[in-house]
Structures are given as structure tokens and as C-alpha cells.
């Protein structure tokens, strides 16, 4: 039986442990859970999944793995107050954007460190995570983090630079689709359907089309030009986001989120 020790109890943290105990990879009883001050949410978790509020300091000894969730702007506060209550042994992952290896080693010591940038998807299953490791990591505990992950979705180990893209793509991704549907439910009761009709169809509309890409072997411009007939309404509707900058626009969101990322590795 393991021990999974949770510091922060924020939306990431909420999304892993609901994933783990969705996916039978985890017992709820395996789960504990704590944060600064916040105790409402504390015991929403506990009543939601089953999972322990940590009221025993003597977890943080048997602890298996634990789990950097708090915000970024906490983490220093927070590892220096972890650091007495830990044993050498245990390995850390963190999820936290922008805070690097060699950071969490300055105030945790030398020890298996794992950074993980999965996304809110994990809550069904569907999370791309990517994943770095430092040297500590023994192959056993490798195994199991990549375990932990591939039973929320797909991972992919990187190194550490690059998780900074991997911020910026897939673990802001979901929030990128999410306003992409906003725009689409605003524009398509413009154009007189409702709201739900609209759901429905795009919803299955980009669930189909990630499967295409899926399953493909085809590139994804192939797979766009087939859906574009010469003078058709795709290719008008094409026109209007080559118009509008559509690549221009996507770039600069990129960018810009993965220079975040890295302004706060930075300070």
C-alpha cells in the first residue's frame, strides 16, 4: 500500500487524485491531503473522494511520494517548512509550473525529484503529461511515476527545458480548447442555432477530429485540404482565419505562455 502526500490542495491536485481513484490505480485511503489554510477545502476533498486530511505528522515520514501542488508563489515558504518532516528517502513530484529541480533541491536536499506538467484533464483519464527526472530517480521509482501518469492519459518524458513548452502547448491546452468552444457557442447562436445545438455538434465535431489524428497516417494539412472543396464553404471559411492571422495568433499565445513559464523559473 502506498502513501501519496498531497501539499496543496488546489484544482491540479484535485484532478490527479480524482484520475488515480477513477482509474483503480490508487485508493482513496492511499491519498493524504493538506495545505496552508484552507480547511473548507480540505474537507470538500476528504468528502468528495474518501481521501485523508493529514492530521498526523508522522505521515510525512512514511510517505511514499509526495506531491508539490501549492501555488507557485508558495512553493519557497512551503519546502522550507516540508523539509524537517521528510525523509531522505522520499522521492518528490511536483506540479508546479516554472519551479525548477535544481530549486526544489536547494530547499527539499538531494533526493528523487520528478517535475510533472499534466493537465486538468487527468479528471477522466485524458491528461497529456509531460515528465522530467532528475538524477535520484531509480528505475523503480521511474516506473511507477510513468504508471501514475499513463493511467491518467499519455506522458512523455522530456527534459526539464522543455517542459516549459510543454506548459505552453498541452498543460494550457485545455483552456485554449475551452475558449476556442466559447467562441464557437457565441458565433453560433449568432447564426441562429442554440447554445446546446452548438455543443453537441463541436464537441463531437473536435472529438472526431482528434481521432482522425489519432488513427491517421496523414499529415494535418492532408487531412484538412480533404475537407477542403475548391471555392467551397471550407475554403471560405479558411480564407477568413488566413485573413485574420490565424497562425500569427496561435504562435504568439505559445510564446507567450512558454516565456511565462520561464519568467517564473526565473523569479
Not at 530547499?107 to 517535475?115: Q, S, V, Y
Not at 501514475?148 to 512523455?156: C, N, P, Q
Not at 483552456?175 to 446546446?196: N, P, Q
Amino acid at each position: 500500500m502506498k502513501k501519496i502526500v498531497f501539499i496543496g490542495a488546489g484544482s491540479m491536485a484535485e484532478a490527479l487524485m480524482q484520475g488515480w481513484i477513477k482509474q483503480n490505480v490508487l485508493a482513496a485511503q492511499e491519498i493524504y491531503i493538506t495545505n496552508r489554510s484552507d480547511k473548507e477545502r480540505l474537507q470538500f476533498l476528504h468528502e468528495a473522494y474518501g481521501v485523508n486530511k493529514v492530521e498526523d505528522p508522522a505521515i510525512y515520514q512514511q510517505a511514499d511520494v509526495i506531491i508539490l501542488a501549492m501555488k507557485p508563489k508558495d512553493a519557497i515558504m512551503a519546502m522550507r517548512e516540508l523539509k524537517s518532516k521528510i525523509t531522505a528517502q522520499s522521492a518528490v513530484v511536483s506540479v508546479l509550473a516554472g519551479v525548477s529541480i535544481a530549486t526544489i533541491t536547494q530547499f527539499l536536499g538531494e533526493r528523487p525529484i520528478a517535475r510533472v506538467m499534466p493537465n486538468t484533464s487527468a479528471t477522466i483519464g485524458m491528461s497529456a503529461s509531460g515528465i522530467a527526472f532528475n538524477h535520484k530517480v531509480s528505475a523503480t521509482q521511474r516506473s511507477m511515476f510513468l504508471e501514475l501518469l499513463e493511467a491518467i492519459g499519455s506522458v512523455i518524458e522530456v527534459n526539464e527545458d522543455q517542459l516549459h513548452a510543454v506548459t505552453a502547448l498541452s498543460g494550457s491546452g485545455p483552456a485554449y480548447i475551452y475558449y476556442l468552444m466559447e467562441a464557437f457557442e457565441r458565433v453560433g447562436t449568432k447564426v441562429g442555432l442554440s447554445k446546446d445545438t452548438v455543443r453537441l455538434l463541436m464537441t463531437q465535431t473536435l472529438a472526431g477530429s482528434a481521432e482522425m489524428l489519432k488513427q491517421s497516417t496523414d499529415e494535418p494539412d492532408v487531412l484538412r485540404k480533404k475537407v477542403t472543396s475548391p471555392g467551397g464553404t471550407t475554403e471560405a471559411g479558411i480564407q477568413a482565419l488566413e485573413q485574420h492571422h490565424f497562425h500569427e495568433a496561435i504562435e504568439a499565445c505559445i510564446k507567450e505562455a512558454e516565456a511565462r513559464s520561464r519568467s517564473l523559473a526565473n523569479g
